[in-house]
């Protein structure tokens, strides 16, 4: 098989990656000629000689360097499978990452990830919010092995931060973990401030890392690891895994850095199974499709929201021109405004929870990134754990919606929306009547 780095090119020119998807990393030599890679169902794989069975464990347990060519050897599924390292190969492309680790999930991911480069007395500066899961694992799970974690507000300027990293113990802060766009405000945090600020306070024995969980805008709309990201991570269930029907993730990293995070993913057992792994190759075949279509949909669908005489606020990476730090960091960063909507509906709860009742077409799930519409209510559901006052503070209301555009037609997707107002419009006419 030609080398990945000659498969990525044709007379020296790179390919793109959405060119690649289809064929990068495997070779049908494998299988009988099969176009497709076959799900590598196994768990364990038959060495050729037993002095070769020591060379792979070799490597596996580091009592070795690897040498300039070598791969590493094929030897249990918790350690590395075909199926997930073609996947992990084709990852790689999209955020010109040196190397990837699939997962069982997001939140695996993030654990893992998270596990593998802090240590007991470090401090974790994170932005907020962030979702719950990783809220969670920051403030409990981490808490538990002496690691602490420091919140920082959504409008927090460069300044801000740097006060809060200044406060804390000299050579304790390890890492700084953003997510952005935030879910479900959209509100992005500025990625190149965030690495000057680890790199400020890094030092040859501790080294501050800053961790991007790029699960909103990635792969295809954003690449953290170009404004000073040290590590991406994904839930792959969203738009990777694109059509509602499995859950993954992935954590994506230079090749030292992903080596601490796979040793941490064999102890922990967290890995991505073969059957999943191909089913997300099959779906990053489309992904560039399907992303691109959701956003241009989306794009249709909150400027008409925005018009719209029962809509308070819209939430979306191009209705920004208020927000000229905002915008900034958009022209910056992001390649496309993406998919997920917020928007906060004229009244309260109430009017929202109608208007969520009333979709057909739009589905009433939580969730995001899928082939298909959906809708929910951040206040009562994603985000139901935070205090209202702390919800406040984030910019979550009670008549916030948000939503994930799929790559229905917008024209249909309006229709419903259209509909779900009117359901609301009704209503609130007729309580006036009575009143
Ligand atoms: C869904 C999600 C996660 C968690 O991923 P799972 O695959 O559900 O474990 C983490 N971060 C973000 C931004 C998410 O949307």
Not at 95 to 101: K, L, N, P, R
Not at 102 to 111: L, P, T, V
Request: net charge negative; charged share 20%; proline share 6%.
């Amino acid at each position: 098989m030609p080398t990945l780095h000659d498969q990525a090119r044709i007379g020296g020119q790179k390919l793109r990656p959405e060119s690649l998807m289809m064929s990068y990393g495997y070779t049908p030599a494998w299988s009988e000629g099969a176009i497709k890679p076959p799900i590598f169902q196994t768990s364990t794989f038959v060495f050729n000689s037993a002095e070769e069975g020591k060379a792979f464990f070799e490597l596996a347990y580091g009592l070795r360097q690897q040498g300039p060519d070598e791969e590493m050897g094929l030897i249990y599924s918790r350690l590395n499978n075909p199926s997930l390292e073609i996947l992990e190969h084709r990852l790689c492309l999209w955020d010109g990452a040196e190397d990837a680790a699939s997962f069982a999930s997001g939140m695996a991911a993030i654990s893992t990830t998270l596990l593998a480069l802090l240590q007991p007395g470090d401090v974790v500066l994170h932005s907020e919010p962030v979702y719950g899961g990783s809220d969670f694992f920051l403030k409990n799970v981490l808490r538990k092995f002496g690691i602490t974690a420091v919140g920082f507000r959504p409008h927090a300027t460069p300044a801000e931060m740097e006060a809060l990293a200044a406060a804390l113990a000299p050579g304790s802060l390890a890492m700084i973990f953003v997510e952005t766009p935030a879910n479900p405000t959209n509100h992005l945090i500025d990625l190149e401030a965030c690495g000057a600020l680890a790199r400020k306070y890094s030092t040859a024995d501790k080294p501050v890392r800053l961790v991007v969980d790029n699960t909103f805008l990635g792969p295809v709309f954003q690449h953290p690891l170009k404004h000073g990201a040290d590590v991406v991570l994904y839930s792959a269930t969203k738009f990777l895994g694109g059509h509602s029907d499995l859950i993954a993730g992935a954590a994506l990293a230079s090749k030292p850095l992903m080596k601490e995070i796979k040793a941490m993913r064999t102890f922990m057992g967290t890995m991505c199974d073969p059957n999943t792994g191909w089913m997300l190759m099959r779906s990053l075949e489309t992904l560039k499709l399907r992303m691109e279509r959701a956003a241009h949909s989306a794009q249709i669908i909150a400027d008409w929201l925005r018009a719209h005489p029962l809509v308070a606020n819209t939430y979306y990476l191009t209705h920004l021109e208020h927000n000229p730090v905002q915008q900034d960091i958009y022209r910056r960063h992001c390649l496309s405004p993406g998919s997920m909507i917020s928007f906060d509906i004229k009244g309260g709860e109430p009017e929202a929870f109608r208007f969520l009742n009333a979709l057909r077409l739009i589905k009433l799930a939580v969730s995001l990134g899928g082939t298909e519409s959906l809708a929910e209510h951040p206040a009562t559901m994603t985000h139901s754990d935070i205090s209202v006052p702390e919800q406040a503070e984030m910019g979550i209301t009670a008549q916030m919606i948000r939503l994930s555009i799929g790559v229905e037609d917008p024209q249909d997707l309006m229709l419903d929306l259209s509909q779900a107002f009117e359901a609301v419009g009704m209503v609130k006419t007729r309580e006036l009547e009575l009143a």
